[in-house]
């Protein structure tokens, strides 16, 4: 997988933003809060173009279609 501030500035570079933490313990994740389904599916987009669809799908299943 992509670092969180890889992931962080490539979704901003399509005009999404979420948030990457600097702090150690935390500094592998990202907080994303979506607002609509429109919105989720723009999101899910970007992350395949750039962590390739087979890892955002996996996960995608493996929450149930929460992501």
């Given at each position: ?7 962080r500035?490539?979704?901003?570079a ?7 933490f ?5 500094r592998e994740?990202?907080r994303i809060?979506?607002g ?5 599916e723009?999101l899910?987009?970007?992350?395949r173009q750039?962590g390739?669809?087979h890892e955002?799908?996996?996960?995608r299943?493996?929450?149930g279609?929460?992501?």
């Amino acid at each position: 997988g992509r670092a969180a501030p890889e992931i962080r500035d490539a979704l901003a570079a399509r005009g999404i933003l979420i948030r990457a933490f600097a702090s150690p313990r935390l500094r592998e994740y990202v907080r994303i809060a979506i607002g609509t389904p429109e919105e989720n599916e723009v999101l899910l987009d970007a992350l395949r173009q750039i962590g390739g669809q087979h890892e955002w799908q996996a996960k995608r299943d493996l929450l149930g279609g929460r992501i």
